[in-house]
């Protein structure tokens, strides 16, 4: 039985993640399944329980991104779009790319995380998850292929090997969402990116390959062709050692390419090839290839069937072997044993051994070390003595036809309310139609190369409307088939909450929660699910208004103290984005969304006309408050806008007032005096000395 290493992938990442929280992540895939993205693979990386209900774990996650102010990106083939799912909803920067001579095909993650517990200085120790996997964004990557992954951490200041690739890298994905070379303004759009960028700038770099006759791990970022950076980055090392190779797809015409020149350039003593067959036992290559590999020398292989069943019984079906891996090795005792793991098909775009074009490809060049001097390293591949009797060839971009990628992006940013589209070709663009459902959103005309137009104000309502339902649109006039694109969303603090409309005393509640668990459970209870999001599960009517502590005024003012808790907190700790939430959004608990309950209550005759009056009262004294401290300023100065619009809001308020003025004689007169002790914030009472 041959010693291959296995995980499960979802597994591996939460086993790195142990006692360290996420602050950000990058993640790159040719194929790019959003709904999945969001619902199964981001809560591996967040250690908090969640609802098995597809939707408020939504709400929940939402929450937990907020409290963390994490920042993410997903960067993706244009081509590579899986529309099928369910859409994007969460605060996730989602960057479309367009590689011009061949397909956007690295699949790597990288998550910048902290300790949980600080230090006895206070300070929380940062580390780099680095991973080169073979796995897309999508369920058949995560949970049903055959993949291979290696992650390496990197530590604060460590001197390292990786920093120079992996800077060049991250500039190189700036660069091509961009069109331009990076600048430090252009980096500063892609906050994830720059937040791993300082990170790597902290790190020093290693020049010496090896220590002590052993390999470091070396990043290929897609500047060199395979065999170009596997021979610099071993210094050759591999050189006459076995090489086997796994890999879903394989082209050529008589023979390959890819396998000719790793042939001339490492000389191996003996090659054995992973056969790639369908469900069917055909074999997904081209008969002549097939001849002409096993002319060049090749043996072909399979892996065990206990790795590939998905079940336990004889009978269960196969998993598809997705892994991409060229392993060399030498079949002695203590002998070494070097790997290349990543996105790397043995095509020739992949491998790209014409020295130019091709596809943009990563992975890690890795050397194993064995578990004691007298491990024997030996073929993961049994010999496959199994002739073909078909073959079905395929090509690496597969499928991507299916979603009907595009060269026009559209953007929304929920903030300014504006729509604005880019068309990514070199030339002007077609006359096009944007539309969802069959229904025309916006028609566009000749558009320009690389800039972006603003559309105008009634296109943008449309947009919006649209959005509160699905990211996905589809774009007629590119070609004979309609394309399929993924709405970039900004702003994301001013989106509406689709499935939480919680009542005044309930968002005061929430408010005053202290542990991102209670949150969850509270969000898990209060959810009101008006879809079969999952049909399992009990629609969850409205609470009925209860007379708690919470429903008068000790609650309100708890409530708001908590909430001011949070946000000189999230400002003190340079986490904007959680105070943009919490003041200035859209979403359930938004101060902004108080208000407007609180106005639509009054306009409706529902609640309490004084204790309307006294959480307007609170809302004013948070933004006197916080408006008026020195450090907060800047911030202050920066939110100009969401600062007037809520000032306006409270305005709004000014007939709440009237209405218990005009109550009786004397009230004009108290509430003069009410509000203004009302408004001034009391002093604390120093201690009394000598008094415990």
Same mark, same amino acid.
């Given at each position: 039985?041959?010693?291959?290493?296995?995980?499960?992938?979802?597994?591996?990442?939460?086993?790195?993640?142990?006692?360290?929280?996420?602050?950000?992540?990058?993640?790159?895939?040719?194929?790019f399944?959003?709904?999945?993205?969001?619902?199964?693979?981001?809560?591996?990386?967040?250690?908090?329980?969640?609802?098995?209900?597809?939707?408020?774990?939504?709400?929940?996650?939402?929450?937990?991104?907020?409290?963390?102010?994490?920042?993410?990106?997903?960067?993706?083939?244009?081509?590579?779009?899986?529309?099928?799912?369910?859409?994007?909803?969460?605060?996730?920067?989602?960057?479309p790319?367009?590689?011009?001579?061949?397909?956007f095909?690295?699949?790597?993650?990288?998550?910048?995380?902290?300790d949980?517990?600080?230090?006895?200085?206070?300070?929380?120790?940062?580390?780099?998850?680095?991973?080169?996997?073979?796995?897309?964004?999508?369920?058949?990557?995560?949970?049903?292929?055959?993949?291979?992954?290696?992650?390496?951490?990197?530590?604060e200041?460590?001197?390292?090997h990786?920093?120079?690739?992996?800077?060049?890298?991250?500039?190189?994905?700036?660069?091509?969402?961009?069109?331009?070379?990076?600048?430090?303004?252009?980096?500063?759009r892609?906050?994830?990116?720059?937040?791993?960028?300082?990170?790597?700038?902290?790190?020093?770099?290693?020049?010496?390959?090896?220590?002590?006759?052993?390999?470091?791990?070396?990043?290929?970022?897609?500047?060199?062709?395979?065999?170009?950076?596997?021979?610099?980055?071993?210094?050759?090392?591999?050189?006459?050692?076995?090489?086997?190779?796994?890999?879903?797809?394989?082209?050529?015409?008589?023979?390959?390419?890819?396998?000719?020149?790793?042939?001339?350039?490492?000389?191996?003593?003996?090659?054995?090839?992973?056969?790639?067959?369908?469900?069917?036992?055909?074999?997904?290559?081209?008969?002549?290839?097939?001849?002409?590999?096993?002319?060049?020398?090749?043996?072909?292989?399979?892996?065990?069937?206990?790795?590939?069943?998905?079940?336990?019984?004889?009978?269960?079906r196969?998993?598809?072997?997705?892994?991409?891996?060229?392993?060399?090795?030498?079949?002695?005792?203590?002998?070494?044993?070097?790997?290349y793991?990543?996105?790397?098909n043995?095509?020739?775009?992949?491998?790209?051994?014409?020295?130019?074009?091709?596809?943009?490809?990563?992975?890690?060049?890795?050397e194993?070390?064995?578990?004691?001097?007298?491990?024997?390293?030996?073929?993961?591949?049994?010999?496959?003595?199994?002739?073909?009797?078909?073959?079905?060839?395929?090509?690496?971009?597969?499928g991507?036809?299916?979603?009907?990628?595009?060269?026009?992006?559209?953007r929304?940013?929920?903030?300014?309310?504006?729509?604005?589209?880019?068309?990514?070709?070199?030339?002007?663009?077609?006359?096009?139609?944007?539309?969802?459902?069959?229904v025309?959103?916006?028609?566009?005309? &000749? !558009?320009? *190369?690389?800039?972006? #137009? @603003? +559309?105008?104000? %009634?296109? /943008?309502?449309?947009?919006?409307?649209?959005?509160?339902?699905?990211?996905?649109?589809?774009?007629?006039?590119?070609?004979?088939?309609?394309?399929?694109?993924?709405?970039q969303?900004?702003?994301?603090?001013?989106?509406?909450?689709?499935?939480l409309?919680?009542?005044?005393?309930?968002?005061?509640?929430?408010?005053?929660?202290?542990?991102?668990?209670?949150?969850?459970?509270?969000?898990?209870?209060?959810?009101?699910?008006?879809?079969?999001?999952?049909?399992?599960?009990?629609?969850?009517a409205?609470?009925?208004?209860?007379?708690?502590?919470?429903?008068?005024?000790?609650?309100?003012f708890?409530?708001?103290?908590?909430?001011?808790?949070?946000?000189?907190?999230?400002?003190?700790?340079?986490?904007?984005?959680?105070?943009?939430?919490?003041?200035?959004?859209?979403?359930?608990? &938004? !101060?902004? *969304?108080?208000?407007? #309950? @609180? +106005?639509?209550? %009054?306009? /409706?005759?529902?609640?309490?006309?004084?204790?309307?009056?006294?959480?307007v009262?609170?809302?004013?004294?948070?933004?006197?408050?916080?408006?008026?401290?020195?450090?907060?300023?800047?911030?202050?100065?920066?939110?100009?806008?969401?600062?007037?619009?809520?000032?306006?809001?409270?305005?709004?308020?000014?007939?709440?007032?009237?209405?218990?003025?005009?109550?009786?004689?004397?009230?004009?007169?108290?509430?003069?005096?009410f509000?203004?002790?009302?408004l001034r914030?009391?002093?604390?009472?120093?201690?009394?000395?000598?008094?415990?």
């Amino acid at each position: 039985m041959p010693d291959i290493p296995r995980a499960v992938l979802s597994e591996h990442f939460q086993a790195c993640m142990e006692n360290r929280r996420l602050v950000s992540a990058v993640f790159t895939t040719f194929r790019f399944d959003p709904g999945f993205f969001e619902s199964e693979v981001l809560p591996v990386f967040f250690d908090v329980s969640l609802s098995h209900a597809n939707a408020i774990k939504l709400v929940q996650l939402s929450e937990v991104l907020t409290k963390q102010s994490v920042n993410l990106a997903v960067y993706y083939d244009q081509h590579g779009l899986v529309a099928e799912g369910a859409s994007a909803k969460l605060d996730v920067q989602r960057i479309p790319l367009q590689h011009p001579t061949g397909i956007f095909h690295p699949k790597n993650v990288l998550a910048l995380v902290e300790d949980v517990e600080p230090d006895e200085s206070g300070h929380r120790p940062r580390a780099l998850l680095c991973a080169c996997l073979s796995a897309n964004l999508t369920r058949a990557g995560w949970w049903e292929n055959v993949e291979v992954a290696h992650i390496e951490k990197l530590n604060e200041g460590e001197a390292t090997h990786l920093r120079a690739p992996l800077i060049a890298y991250l500039d190189r994905l700036v660069g091509t969402a961009e069109f331009r070379r990076p600048n430090d303004d252009l980096r500063r759009r892609h906050a994830a990116l720059w937040d791993i960028r300082k990170f790597l700038e902290g790190c020093r770099q290693r020049d010496h390959r090896t220590v002590g006759g052993r390999l470091h791990t070396q990043f290929h970022n897609g500047e060199e062709s395979l065999p170009d950076f596997i021979a610099n980055s071993s210094a050759n090392a591999v050189r006459g050692m076995c090489l086997e190779i796994l890999s879903p797809y394989i082209d050529g015409g008589e023979a390959s390419a890819p396998l000719a020149a790793l042939l001339e350039r490492f000389q191996p003593r003996d090659v054995r090839v992973h056969l790639p067959r369908n469900e069917r036992g055909e074999a997904q290559c081209a008969q002549a290839l097939y001849e002409g590999m096993t002319a060049q020398g090749v043996t072909w292989g399979e892996l065990p069937r206990d790795l590939l069943r998905m079940g336990r019984t004889e009978d269960a079906r196969l998993r598809t072997v997705h892994a991409k891996v060229y392993r060399f090795f030498e079949p002695k005792r203590g002998g070494r044993e070097i790997l290349y793991i990543g996105s790397t098909n043995m095509t020739q775009a992949g491998c790209r051994v014409a020295g130019q074009g091709g596809n943009w490809e990563t992975g890690f060049l890795v050397e194993n070390i064995p578990s004691s001097a007298h491990a024997k390293p030996d073929w993961w591949l049994a010999v496959d003595e199994v002739r073909p009797s078909h073959f079905a060839p395929r090509s690496e971009d597969e499928g991507t036809a299916a979603s009907g990628g595009t060269q026009l992006a559209v953007r929304y940013a929920w903030n300014r309310k504006e729509a604005a589209v880019l068309w990514r070709g070199k030339k002007p663009s077609p006359a096009l139609t944007v539309e969802h459902a069959g229904v025309r959103l916006f028609e566009l005309s &000749s !558009l320009p *190369s690389r800039e972006w #137009r @603003v +559309l105008d104000a %009634e296109a /943008a309502k449309r947009l919006e409307q649209t959005l509160l339902s699905t990211s996905f649109l589809q774009v007629r006039g590119e070609g004979p088939e309609p394309g399929v694109l993924l709405v970039q969303e900004e702003g994301m603090a001013q989106r509406p909450s689709l499935l939480l409309d919680l009542s005044t005393a309930e968002i005061l509640r929430y408010w005053a929660l202290l542990t991102v668990e209670q949150r969850a459970e509270f969000i898990a209870a209060h959810v009101r699910l008006t879809g079969d999001d999952d049909p399992l599960m009990a629609k969850i009517a409205p609470l009925p208004i209860e007379t708690t502590l919470f429903d008068r005024f000790a609650g309100i003012f708890h409530a708001f103290s908590c909430l001011e808790a949070r946000v000189r907190e999230a400002l003190d700790d340079k986490k904007e984005r959680e105070a943009d939430y919490r003041l200035f959004g859209r979403k359930y608990d &938004s !101060l902004g *969304s108080l208000l407007d #309950r @609180v +106005l639509t209550d %009054e306009k /409706a005759g529902q609640g309490d006309r004084v204790e309307h009056y006294v959480v307007v009262l609170c809302a004013r004294q948070l933004m006197d408050e916080l408006g008026s401290e020195p450090r907060y300023q800047g911030y202050w100065e920066a939110h100009r806008d969401d600062v007037r619009q809520l000032t306006e809001q409270l305005a709004s308020a000014s007939p709440l007032r009237e209405t218990l003025a005009a109550g009786s004689g004397e009230m004009p007169a108290f509430l003069d005096w009410f509000d203004d002790w009302f408004l001034r914030r009391a002093a604390p009472v120093p201690p009394t000395e000598g008094v415990a």
